[in-house]
């Protein structure tokens, strides 16, 4: 009897220090989780004379960082819905901002800042105007330009965008590309007409590379015209699109450029639509989580707080190794559960009860 009363103020006490512990674990969290609405590397210049304004060029360089903001995380044609934004508007949606370089040279002034947009504000926006968003991710993508001119398929250097595609593209760019050297040239051979070319197994040569993503444009030259067919498998989406350029002349480089940049877009926008949080209707949902150990909950909780698409959550129960938790989220069951699965979790549904583990 003593025994059994011993081992329940035991547990009794662990309860009290766990409550404790979370009580001083969500005052010490609250405006941690991770703000994915950061803009770094924003760079203002402007005449240093009678008329400089310090203040307008701040100002400058937070219309530039909204821009750069919507571009990051929004597809192209939501871009369009909130590019007109006016100041007084984007400074309400601002937290705070840094000015991490300030200087004066030969009359001018430069400076580089990191502007930090406040997270409940920005989604309440887009829920606003029904849009979703993408959480900037980074991905490595195969790449496969493949040029038809007058029926004969060119490749390597006769192909200007093999040549050019990685030509002057930012590091820290979301989507690394990785243009394919080996045995095409022996496989192209084989193929000699766009239907053909088509049919190759591309998600085959991409494993090759170690990658899981990959897109391939077929381009045709014809006069005064150039047709691209892109199509892309990402995280296991496929897209396609036809698009057409205007081209006079296939030498004119300054041209081809720009049509590069627009395809590197598409593609990116395809990278999105594969990975947007569907933001309008906020999802509830409880989970059950068993623990051995108070860091298996402290290590959940850092986890909660880095996975952008919970909005909020809260621990409803817990007992001596149980956890209950209510999660309020955007997007779906699939969406939140790769999430967790990129931490080492499982989250998996029992029967209408969703049950959290930790991956061995």
Request: aromatic letters at 16%; glycine letters at 2%; a positive charge.
């Amino acid at each position: 009897m003593f025994k059994y009363k011993l081992i329940k103020i035991r547990e009794y006490i662990l309860i009290i220090l766990t409550a404790t512990i979370f009580l001083f674990q969500s005052i010490s969290d609250l405006g941690a989780k991770e703000n994915i609405f950061v803009v770094e590397d924003v760079r203002i210049e402007g005449s240093f004379d009678v008329n400089f304004s310090r203040d307008k060029l701040i100002d400058r360089a937070l219309k530039k960082s909204f821009d750069k903001l919507l571009k990051n995380i929004l597809l192209l044609e939501d871009y369009n819905k909130l590019k007109k934004f006016k100041l007084k508007e984007i400074k309400n949606l601002v937290y705070s901002f840094k000015i991490l370089d300030e200087r004066f040279k030969n009359n001018k002034y430069f400076a580089t800042f990191e502007v930090i947009y406040n997270d409940i504000k920005i989604k309440e926006l887009l829920s606003n105007k029904n849009i979703s968003f993408f959480e900037p991710k980074n991905t490595t993508v195969v790449f496969f330009p493949i040029l038809f001119v007058q029926n004969e398929i060119k490749i390597f250097n006769e192909n200007f965008f093999y040549s050019n595609w990685l030509k002057n593209y930012p590091e820290n760019s979301t989507i690394k590309y990785l243009l394919p050297l080996e045995n095409l040239d022996d496989m192209f051979s084989i193929y000699k007409t766009q239907d053909e070319i088509e049919n190759i197994n591309f998600k085959k040569l991409a494993v090759e590379y170690n990658a899981k993503n990959y897109a391939f444009a077929i381009i045709s030259y014809e006069v005064d015209k150039l047709k691209v067919y892109l199509k892309a498998d990402l995280d296991k989406k496929k897209y396609n699109e036809n698009l057409s350029y205007k081209l006079k002349d296939l030498s004119d480089e300054s041209r081809l450029d720009f049509i590069i940049d627009d395809l590197k877009l598409k593609i990116l926008d395809m990278w999105k639509r594969a990975n947007l949080i569907h933001i309008p209707l906020p999802l509830n949902i409880f989970i059950k989580f068993q623990y051995t150990t108070l860091r298996d909950l402290h290590n959940l909780e850092k986890v909660l707080n880095k996975i952008n698409v919970i909005n909020t959550y809260s621990l409803k129960k817990f007992d001596i190794n149980t956890s209950l938790y209510k999660i309020n989220y955007y997007g779906d069951p699939k969406k939140l559960s790769d999430e967790f699965y990129s931490f080492d979790y499982h989250l998996r549904d029992n029967k209408g009860y969703w049950e959290l583990e930790i991956n061995d």
